[in-house]
């Protein structure tokens, strides 16, 4: 197995590995990488040479077959190292026809009101959380650059946005869901969040609202049940 530190080493080194605001994240194909028969380790042979991935997780991979994995993405949080696999596989899902159609109109006060005048709250996950998050900040400032308190501060602060992120992510992905098996028809607004965002009085709360994400996880979620996108 390979240490934290000597893992990081190894993907500078890497070109594959691309770095991002919130971490890194490297894209390997197949061959590659090689998958124990039980499913439960990961070897990197190329550039990475990062040895041996015990995978624990909740879905099986077991239903898949070997062939079917075309490529595998690491991604590195504050909270661990995930890897993701591409696999080749039709998903087929059976709706049935609702005779419904409606309309979304995404707020501030709430997270979004439909055609018939029904509205579901916006639960503010980082207004919520911003008094710790500010907390952990202001610790992670008084630390000495360089020193390993430092990095234990930084990974607090780390793992407490990402906590925030994945509740609002949580609840975009159930919201969306809802309202595509409740209907067969939605039509979303059309804006232009980059310009809305240019509001410093409203960045904050627009960002919050994850205004982005709704229409995004919905036009998801319609395509895998329909096959075509959501109307805008």
């Not at 919520?128 to 630390?143: A, F, P, Y």
Request: glycine residues 6%; aromatic residues 8%.
């Amino acid at each position: 197995m390979t240490s934290a530190k000597q893992l990081r080493s190894r993907v500078r080194r890497n070109s594959q590995a691309r770095f991002c605001r919130r971490g890194w994240e490297g894209d390997f194909p197949l061959d590659s990488t090689k998958l124990s028969d039980d499913r439960r380790y990961l070897t990197f042979s190329d550039k990475f040479q990062a040895g041996i991935f015990k995978l624990w997780g909740s879905r099986n991979l077991h239903f898949y077959q070997l062939e079917q994995i075309k490529r595998v993405r690491v991604i590195r949080k504050h909270d661990g190292y995930y890897a993701q696999f591409l696999i080749d596989h039709e998903r087929e899902e059976k709706k049935e026809l609702t005779g419904k159609q409606t309309g979304l109109d995404v707020g501030l006060n709430y997270f979004y009101t439909d055609c018939c005048g029904n509205q579901a709250d916006n639960p503010r996950f980082l207004r919520k959380d911003e008094r710790q998050l500010k907390k952990l900040q202001r610790r992670l400032s008084r630390t000495k650059k360089g020193s390993q308190n430092r990095k234990k501060a930084r990974n607090r602060l780390g793992r407490a946005h990402l906590k925030v992120s994945r509740r609002r992510q949580n609840r975009v992905c159930k919201l969306a869901q809802h309202v595509i098996r409740s209907n067969d028809l939605v039509a979303i607004e059309n804006l232009r969040i980059r310009n809305m965002v240019k509001n410093h009085h409203l960045a904050k709360s627009i960002n919050d609202a994850a205004r982005v994400s709704v229409s995004r996880m919905v036009g998801v979620f319609w395509e895998s049940l329909w096959g075509s996108g959501c109307c805008r």
